[in-house]
């Protein structure tokens, strides 16, 4: 039975830094990008591992702490975490059919932009 604690604790652990360095990376990707609908996008996804990230630490401490405190600290998380899943994936979808539309005039806009210098010479 300490195995199987053991064991929980440690992917717990594993899930807590995991979710978190991904967060970071698509935070970091959202403020390296010049378009508005991609940002948006890996904003979204951004959110979806922070939900990740407080899914697990809530896990995590209701499973090392046994606790009323730790249960309910540890359940509002795992609710607040579930929530923001449910709610940024449904944000993630969206902005990923309006992926291509930006795309679209991302190239038109360039091309416009090719044409004026162009022009200038």
């Known amino acids: 039975m300490e195995f199987l604690y053991t064991l929980a604790v440690s992917f717990l652990v594993t899930a807590i830094v995991f ?5 970071v990376v ?26 990740l990230f407080l899914i697990a630490f809530g896990l995590n401490s209701i499973v090392q702490f046994h606790t009323a405190v730790a249960y309910l600290i540890g359940g509002l ?11 940024f994936n449904k944000a993630r979808k969206y902005f990923k059919g309006n992926l291509p ?4 005039a991302w190239k038109e806009f360039e091309a416009m932009k090719a044409n004026k210098a162009k022009r200038k010479k």
């Open 77 to 87: 998380f795992v609710l607040l975490g579930a929530y923001q899943l449910f709610y």
């Open 26 to 51: 698509f935070k970091v990707r959202k403020i390296r990008t010049i378009r508005d609908v991609r940002g948006a996008y890996y904003n979204s996804i951004a959110r979806i591992w922070l939900a």
């Open 19 to 23: 979710t978190f360095i991904l967060f």
């Open 101 to 104: 539309i930006e795309e679209q």
